[in-house]
């Protein structure tokens, strides 16, 4: 892409921040540099904090403080991109352990790891997000490891499954000890 004329490049899953800054850096600016707006200027997001893994977020499979981040914290949009994620990943769960056991080509395997690799991306689980990249890949080159890596990745998705519902049994009950309290 960039040798055929594009200035950047921003992966999927995009995330707003570096989408932005890549648009302010490359945008065209008046001649005098008085004339950039301040607002303009202070758009421009800091570099991102490194990632510290510690044990209480070794367990969790989904990043939740960034995935909160990426949407200003607008707890709202996040329940509902993990409930949506929820319902597809259960039926993407049924069709993962088929697959894992031969019953299917592995063109609809790679199909399927493509799929959760870029929803996994998106909602910050980074180690679903690289096994399905991985299953992706070998499905796609005909490995005899694909189905192996299909199996490692429902076993996975499995535990993500789980993760959401909790999240959403947790956020259910929030909600309701704060209807409660309100009344």
Known sequence: CLAAGMLAHVTKPIELDTLV???LRHRRLPSSPASVPAKAAAALPAAPQ?????????????????????????????????????????????????????QGALDELAFLAHNIKGSAGALKAQRIHELAASTDRAARAGQADSQALAATLAEELGALIVELETRGAE???????QLQSSS
């Open 21 to 23: 800054t890549e648009i």
């Open 50 to 102: 490194p990632v510290v893994v510690t044990a209480a977020t070794a367990r969790k499979l989904i990043d939740w403080p960034a995935l909160e981040a990426q949407f200003k914290g607008k707890a709202d949009i996040v329940s509902r991109i993990a409930g949506k994620a929820l319902t597809t990943y259960r039926n993407d769960l049924i069709r993962l352990r088929e697959l894992a056991a031969g």
């Open 171 to 177: 956020a259910g009950q929030s909600l309701a000890g």
